[in-house]
């Protein structure tokens, strides 16, 4: 009861820390009169295809407004690549403009290439216009008349804004490109170029608080929500089919191996045991390496708290469309603050499997995930530097993250490891563990490792196979995510699937007098982030148009980093399903 109002206080810290962030992140009550200001910046630019490939907006070379001004960032919308700052159009409220220079330029050669450049790669550039998102491409490419196999590439010069309003508020803004006002870029010669823009103003009976919903449309369009009911009663189905198969199954054995075990007990003592009874004084042995393992299922217990409160705070609906930046300060600061479970958890159980050197084991939890992770980020980091991309961090925001480690991270994960060190909890074994263990058996190949982690991991990764070309899509891609409620039924299924397939697998190596089960149960719950790392594989050469070095790191890069969490989080679920179960069969028995 005491761990649910820790994390009920921290999850109402968190929505009070998000709801002042969303007041705070306008520059008005976004209440306006006739030509009054309404703000627009220009954020970035970059391929179409390489979400992560996104550049400054001026680093391309448009026009500079007279006073160029950059707007103040949050962690999240920093760590998102957004880079806002002032754009060169005027858009005042409710005044109509038709063809207005936004400004005269001459184009050097470099600039053309530049262009050039930009338009064969398909560049495409976002704005914000009174907060609210909206998209446009650089230019075109199109076949030359006179010769087929010939390219001619055009520059966009001419916008059309379209903006709807409701009484004295902005609903919405689009920005169209005049497909006949282009400039011809295919030569290396100088231009002279007149960027025009026009303005229309449209009256609309949506509310305000309606005005984000048209971005959110794609995901919870009829077709695809049938595929996401189609895909949860997949789901369900796998979870019922195998749920009801294990349990039955299990049930039967189990009950014929008790009936078993008693009869034997009363005809005589010294008759031999065979199964899983048989091993009962080495299962309860503590396994190798037993401070990684504990560092291992401590980093676990955190990601899973960790996914617990994003899903708490999406289900609120903290991060509604294109609130920047939202979903990666939550994942900072939640990470930071659940640290202490991590702490916590690991070194209790270290304690419990009697280890004595907890400092050493603190240092495994906190670097387990981290490391992998700085080490990543570090390389990613460099890349981005190279091609002096938006997603290079600035050295202030690097200097916040490793403050929030030293000064949050760091104190609650030894302040939890203290914790978990002066319990007085004790490894709760229902049965005596000999000295020396018993030679384990020969066992056929599929009862090997990887043959049964193959098998533990394969039913959980086909029950959120269909949700996952969803996520791939919004994180990798531009569309929008926004039907969390489903997302979480298919993550409770995953923790079900998971659990139910890592206790049958354990129960069959016990039966086969393989006492060593800590570290199987670990490796084949976790094993589905190594599906998911295959399908991230065909996803990057089948289902998207990715390429380049900087994109292909990045998504490599840090999906090997969420399969990598996939893999503890799971395997904390898997060792515990099958702890549990463990303690309950052979506390059901009578061993000598």
């Known amino acids: 009861m005491a761990k649910m109002a820790v994390i009920r206080r921290l999850l109402v810290a968190l929505l009070v820390v998000f709801r002042i962030q969303q007041v705070r992140s306008g520059a008005s009550n976004h209440k306006y009169k006739l030509d009054d200001e309404v703000p627009i910046y220009a954020n970035k630019v970059g391929p179409f295809q390489n979400p992560s490939e996104t550049y400054r907006f001026y680093d391309l070379p448009f026009c500079l407004p007279a006073h160029l001004k950059e707007k103040p960032e949050a962690l999240g919308e920093i760590l998102n690549g957004d880079r806002l700052v002032s754009a060169p159009y005027k858009l005042q409220f409710l005044r109509e403009k038709d063809s207005d220079i936004a400004c005269s330029k001459k184009l050097t050669k470099d600039e053309v290439s530049k262009f050039r450049k930009a338009v064969s790669k398909d560049y495409y550039f976002q704005m914000y216009y009174d907060d609210l998102p909206f998209w446009g491409f650089v230019g075109k490419v199109e076949k030359d008349k006179t010769d087929p196999s010939e390219e001619k590439y055009y520059l966009f010069k001419h916008l059309h804004f379209e903006i709807e309003y409701n009484k004295n508020r902005v609903i919405g803004i689009s920005a169209k490109a005049d497909p006949n006002a282009v400039v011809d870029l ?3 010669k100088e231009i002279e170029v007149e960027f025009l823009y026009t303005v229309r103003w449209k009256e609309t009976n949506l509310p305000y608080a309606g005005r984000m919903e048209k971005y959110s449309q794609t995901s919870s369009l009829p077709h695809h929500l049938e595929i996401h009911w189609f895909s949860i009663i997949n ?8 749920t009801g198969f294990l349990a039955t199954i299990l049930m039967r054995v189990l009950k014929n191996d008790f009936v078993k075990y008693a009869h034997d007990e009363e005809e005589a003592d010294d008759q031999e045991e065979t199964g899983w009874k048989y091993i009962h004084g080495d299962v309860f042995r503590y396994p190798k390496y037993k401070s990684l393992f504990a560092a291992a299922l401590g980093s676990g217990t955190q990601l899973f708290s960790l996914a617990l409160f994003i899903f708490g705070l999406a289900l609120v609906g903290v991060f509604y469309p294109y609130n920047r930046g939202a979903l990666f300060t939550a994942l900072v600061l939640i990470y930071a603050l659940t640290s202490g479970f991590a702490g916590y958890t690991s070194a209790s159980f270290y304690h419990q499997l009697e280890g004595s050197n ?3 084991n603190l240092l495994l939890t906190g670097c387990l995930f981290c490391g992998p992770l ?3 980020f570090c390389f990613l980091n460099t890349v981005a530097i190279a091609y002096n ?3 290079a961090l600035p050295f202030g925001t690097i200097v916040v993250i490793v403050l929030i480690w030293t000064l949050v991270t760091s104190p609650l994960l030894v302040m939890g490891g203290i914790a978990g060190k002066n319990s007085k909890a004790e490894f709760q074994a229902p049965v ?4 020396y263990p018993r030679e384990i058996p020969p066992l056929p190949w599929y009862r090997q490792t990887i043959p049964q982690m193959a098998m533990a991991g394969f039913l959980p990764f086909s029950a959120i196979y269909i949700e996952l070309y969803y996520i791939f899509a919004s994180v990798w891609g531009h569309k929008i995510y926004t039907i969390y409620s489903i997302l979480f039924i298919v993550f409770i299924i995953l923790l079900i699937v998971t659990s139910f397939i890592t206790v049958a697998l354990t129960y069959f190596q016990l039966a086969a007098e393989d006492h060593e089960w800590w570290w199987r149960s670990f490796l084949c719950g976790g094993s589905t982030g190594v599906f998911i790392f295959g399908y991230c594989l065909y996803y990057y050469y089948e289902r998207s148009n990715m390429s380049g070095f900087m994109q292909t790191s990045f998504f490599f890069g840090y999906m090997a980093c969420i399969c990598y969490g996939f ?8 060792f515990r399903s099958a702890l549990f179960f463990v303690r309950h069969i052979y506390r059901s028995i009578k061993c000598e």
């Open 186 to 188: 295919t030569d290396d």
């Open 235 to 242: 789901s369900c189905v796998t979870v019922l089919l195998l």
């Open 358 to 360: 907890w400092v050493r």
């Open 374 to 376: 700085f080490l990543t």
């Open 389 to 391: 991309a938006t997603a």
């Open 432 to 435: 005596r563990t000999t000295k």
């Open 567 to 574: 893999f503890l989080m799971l395997g904390m679920v898997g």
